[in-house]
Every structure is written in C-alpha cells, then in structure tokens.
C-alpha cells in the first residue's frame, strides 16, 4: 500500500511531468497474513436535501412521467441496486440541523413548504421525509443511517423521531407512524448526533459539543434488537482535536465522524473544473486526496490512545472531489461533471479505507446522485452512470471481505513542477466467496506501469480482471455518450503463483484471483 512518506514528497525535476525512469513494480500480496475484515459500511452513500440529489434525482413523484415505482425513478434504482449499497446517510449534511421531521410526515399535501438556506435558498416542499426515505431504504436493500437536528433542534424533538421510527407499542408516536401507513417499526442501523457541528451544524467547540452529545444522547432510548449506532460528529481536514474529546467520552458512543473533501487547487473560492484542466491540477488534486491517508493515521492514533479496547469507529461520513459549480447552473447545487480522475481518486481513497478498516468502519462518499462526486446523473428522463459509480461496482466483492496486505517493491512516482505523488496505489482482500481481490490503481496520467505481482501461500487456478480507462484525463459519461468510460476486461498473463500485466495509464483495475481450497 502507500508509504506516506512517498506521498508529498518534494522533488525539484525540472520538468513539469515525469514519472520514473523504471516502470516496472515488483509486489506480493501476502495472502497468509490475513488483516482485519473490511466493513460493506465503508461503501455508505450519503444523500441530502441539496440541489436535485433528492429531487428530481431520486425522486419524482407518483405523477411524474418519467418511469418511476411509487415515485423513485426506476432508471436510477435499478442502477443503485448494482452497487449493493450498504447504507445511506439521510437528510444531511448541513441540511440536517435544519430540519424538524414532522414537517416531512402526513399527507403530502398538507406537509409544510420551507427555505432550504444551506443550499440555493430554494423552496423544500418536504414531498420527501421520513415514509420515503425508508421506503427507499427497502427498495434498495441496505439500512438507514439518520442524522438527526442537534444544531437547531432539542433532545425531546430528537427522541421522538427515534420513537417514531421504531416502537413497536400503543404510543401515541407509534399510533401515528401507523396512521400515515407504517404499521410496522423501522430498523435504524446508525443515528448521527449533529453533522459538522464545527460549521454548519452550530460553529462549536470540541467540548461544549461533547457536552451536548453527552445530554442527546441519553434520550436515545429504542426497543432492544432495534438500538441503533451512535455517531458523534467529528472533525475534519488535519483537525485531531474533536476526535481526542469525543473519545474520552465514557460510554454511549460507538463512532466518531470525519469529513475530508479534495480540491484541485486547496482554494475553497476557486477550487477547480470539474473537466478541461491541466495535467498540473491531476497530480495536485492526487496528492491533495492522498493526504486523508495521514489524517486517518493521525485520527486512528488518538483513538488507540483514548479507546484501547476498540469500541469506537471512524466514520469517514463525508469524502469526495468538490469542484467549482458547472457554468449556468445554481452554485448552491453543487452539480458537477464526474471523469476519469474521480474514478482514479475514487479507487485510490476506498484503497486507504481497506488498509485502516480495523478502526475505518464506514465511509460515505458525498454524494449519491446529481450532487458532487455523484454514482449517477440525471437530467429529465435521462440517466447516466459516472466513472465513480463504475469503480464502486468493480469494488463490491471488497464488502465484508479480510484484509490482506499487499507490499510494494519500489514505488513509481509521478511529478507535476514540485508535486510528486506515488504512481500506484493497492489493495488486496479475500472475499466472501473465498476468492482473492486485487485492485491496481495508475495514477500516472501519462505513462502504463508493468505489474509483477506475486502471491504468497496462494494456489492460482485462473485469473479475471476489469479495468476502467478512458481517452483523456478527463473522459467523463455523457446524456449523448453514455459509455465514454465504462470497465472492459484486462489481459493478465499468470506464471505459477505469478501475475504479469500492463496497468495502463490513469486506470482503476480489479482482479479476481480463483484459488484451489
């Protein structure tokens, strides 16, 4: 996996993009040191009441014309269900200090229409709450995580959502829940206390929120079989400080948040296009993503300090490239084109995650549709799927797989002016279905990187790979072009218990490696 000492180095070459003379690497993957099991959680997904991720991207409506099953766009479940989505973080975000869940119950109709002033400043007709998030819940198989309004909401208004989704008694709660159709209770997997309530969520400090968590989180009482996880909202960036405070909390905490976004530039007022930008602004924002490496290290390290027993996990709720606003369009949607360098980024973070999976115990990328580093984009009737949606299908057989490590000979660098940044990035896992998984990222722009891979205490009967490539840096899917980038199959060459392949530039790779029992 990745030295960060390799990752920010600092080489004065001269030119302004080289990478290493020898392009060749020698790696083994250790298969008898079986690691820690990589959680499904880690492929979380995260949508929010912001721009069309909810509307008009997930939802339409019983009446729309677009094809839809009681109001989700059929093109786009369908697709999502591929993914074997394992959770979803819901209704924020920023949004989620803001919202008070009985405005999204009863009857459409009567439901009241508020300001989205986090994002564009639009009208929410809170059309989609609580029924419809769940039922999308179902549709898709995987489980709820809410973020539930510690910003501007109380601990009772807290408690009673809590109840409301999942009592199973005559309360009056319950009574209503059963009302507006749902007579049985939901399952709740993860109950987040707040979101960046650094920021958005109440501009706190690490204690005076840790003593709010503390209050919140005494009234989140819910049938036995029925508890859901308790995630405390934590930093962000190279900040330690909020994990070191909530980690000394003495119990009634099972995760601490952490959100990083990458940036082309690390300029929050000019981050960078989503597509048309120089070799420069890859290597940039390569490096700039590799960074979360040693935040999570650094995170990780106060954790083993505060929590020796392993109770706690970091919930990496927020990650993904954030790009300047498509022109013409509302800046406060965060609608961007998604290319072949997210992809690239994509495989390199979910790379970083299986290497820490012993404390990373989910991750939820930002943000499932329309907004950000979207799986899928619409427009209307139309649907396309992103290069980042292809890398998390490639990367299913990693959910609940083990760990196993994977050593790198000698790592080949790219350089743009003074950034150099490691060429390749790997990961390795045994899957449920007791095959081995490698993945092989090229973060060389320019140049393919030949691969001798050799397997320790494994016996190879057959080899099959993926890759995901494209023309340009940034090859991306259009509403006109729809499989501009989309996975092929790769030639691997197997020698005994050796594997040669040509990994070519600016791709992601999966291969499944079948093994005698």
Known sequence: MINLKYILTILLLGVSLAASADNTVEITVNADQPGAAISRHIYGQFAEHLGRGIYEGVWVGKDSPIPNRNGFRTDVIDALKKLHIP??????GCFADEYHWRDGIGPVDQRPVKVNNHWGGVAETNAFGTHEFFDLVEMLGTQAYIAGNLGSGSPQEMMEWLEYMTSDNESSLAELRRQNGRQKPWKVAFWGVGNESWGC????????????????ATFLKSPDGNQPKKVASGGYNDLTNWTDVLSKIPSNIDGI?????????NN?????????????????????????????????????????EGKIGLYVDEWGSWYDAEPDRNPGFLYQQNTLRDAVLAGVNLNIFHKYSARVHMA??????????AMILTEEDKM?????????????????????????????????????????????AKGKDGNIYLSLVNLDPRNNIEVNAGLAGLDLKDVTGRMLNG????????????????????????????????????????????ISP
């Open 471 to 514: 023309t340009n840096m940034d090859s991306h899917n259009t509403f006109a072009s729809p499989g501009e980038v989309s996975p092929t199959s790769i030639d691997v060459e197997s020698r005994g218990n050796t594997l040669h392949l040509n990994l070519p530039a600016r791709s992601v790779v999966v291969l499944k490696l079948i």
């Open 364 to 373: 939820n990328i930002a943000q499932m549709v329309n907004v950000l580093q």
């Open 87 to 92: 959770n979803i973080r819901w209704p924020g």
């Open 201 to 216: 969520g109440g501009n706190m400090r690490p204690a005076y929120y840790a003593d709010l968590y503390r209050q919140f």
């Open 268 to 308: 929050w007022d000019k981050k960078g296009n989503s597509t048309d930008f120089p070799e420069s602004e890859w290597v940039s924002h390569l490096a700039n993503t590799l960074k979360i490496e040693g935040y999570i290290k650094n995170n990780i390290a106060i954790l083993e300090k505060n929590d020796p």
């Open 257 to 265: 948040s952490y959100h990083y976004y990458t940036l082309p530039t």
């Open 384 to 428: 396309v799927l992103t290069p980042t949606y292809h890398v998390f299908e490639m990367y299913t057989p990693f959910q609940d797989s083990i760990h196993i490590p994977v050593e790198i000979g000698s790592h080949p660098l790219v350089s743009s002016g003074d950034i150099t940044i490691p060429a390749l990035s790997t990961s390795a």
